[in-house]
């Protein structure tokens, strides 16, 4: 059942219900919360170690969930689907990530991968179990993407590459559930005010030592931190998701960054000077 608003929102009554990941902070609380103030029911998913006051505080439900551990997604994802029993699922909020970076030469792969399971393969996993609810609700999925799902930048290889999976996976998503009616829609914001980058910004410099990267990682370390005082407030991203799981027809992807031209000029210059313009930020190169 839906209600229009009379100006193309597809408003959500009060009986349906969203998943959303990652909500213990940040976006994903953002995101709970304003759900829950527009009388969506939300379930929110954190980790064991997560404090549940805030979200159990705004009346959301909270869900302990560890999306890289195949018994937690299973557990977490029958608990939700038994507490909806016949109600609808109106969406899934696949917010839940982490990022790391650094010289790719230099990476551990131990810790490229477990970007990778928490970002992308986390996402499947966590996705699976709803599809079928989704499918019978015509809901809605969105998945949280980045800016650096369209432009790979230095030192944060395994982040920009998690998201450009998760650009590609959403792709096929969308059109595998094309004729059932459900929109899967990809969320692109610029660096938000978290605590996603407080491990890349706070890495020790020291493991660079004597390495040609020791001139450049303080600068692009001092860099990130920047970016994440300046960044987006959490809220800016929330009220994106939330209009992609409320308006009649969500566009397929939503920028969310201060000055869009800047994005959309980013992605029409051509590599090789996209290349030299980087370098020259980055390596202070002629």
């Known amino acids: 059942m839906t209600q229009s608003n009379g100006n193309g929102k597809d408003e959500r009554v009060t009986e349906r219900a969203v998943v959303v990941t990652g909500a213990a902070g940040g976006i994903g609380f953002a995101t709970s919360r304003l759900l829950r103030e527009r009388g969506f029911r939300v379930f929110g998913t954190l980790l064991e170690s997560e404090d549940s006051t805030r ?76 599809l079928p609810k989704l499918r019978e609700s015509k809901g809605r999925i969105v998945n949280m993407s980045s800016v650096s799902g369209r432009l790979a930048v230095p030192f944060l290889a395994p982040y920009c590459a998690s998201k450009f999976a998760v650009e590609a996976i959403s792709d096929s998503l969308r059109r595998e559930l094309y004729p059932f009616g459900v929109h899967v829609v990809v969320i692109q914001p610029a660096v938000v005010r978290t605590a996603i980058w407080d491990k890349a910004a706070k890495q020790d410099v020291e493991r660079y030592r004597g390495t040609v990267y020791e001139p450049v990682i303080p600068e692009a370390l001092r ?63 002629p």
Do not use: C
């Not at 689907?81 to 010289?103: E, F, K, M, T, Y």
């Not at 994440?228 to 407030?233: R, T």
């Not at 991203?237 to 869009?260: D, F, G, M, Q, Y």
């Open 55 to 130: 979200l159990e505080q705004i009346g959301a439900t909270p869900v302990r969930l560890e999306v890289t551990n195949a018994a937690s997604v299973q557990q977490a994802s029958r608990s939700i689907l038994d507490q909806l029993g016949s109600a609808p699922l109106a969406g899934l909020v696949n917010n839940a990530g982490i990022a790391d970076g650094g010289p790719l030469e230099l990476l551990d792969i131990g810790a490229v991968r477990h970007v990778f399971e928490v970002n992308v393969l986390g996402l499947i996993a966590i996705t699976q179990p709803f």
């Open 223 to 285: 860099r990130i931190r920047k970016s994440q005082q300046k960044g987006l407030d959490p809220a800016e991203v929330a009220r994106a998701i939330v209009e992609a799981l409320t308006v009649a027809e969500p566009p397929t992807r939503v920028p969310v960054v201060k000055k869009r031209k800047n994005l959309l000029l980013a992605s029409w210059i051509p590599d090789r000077m996209l290349d030299r313009m980087i370098a020259r930020k980055v390596w202070k190169t």
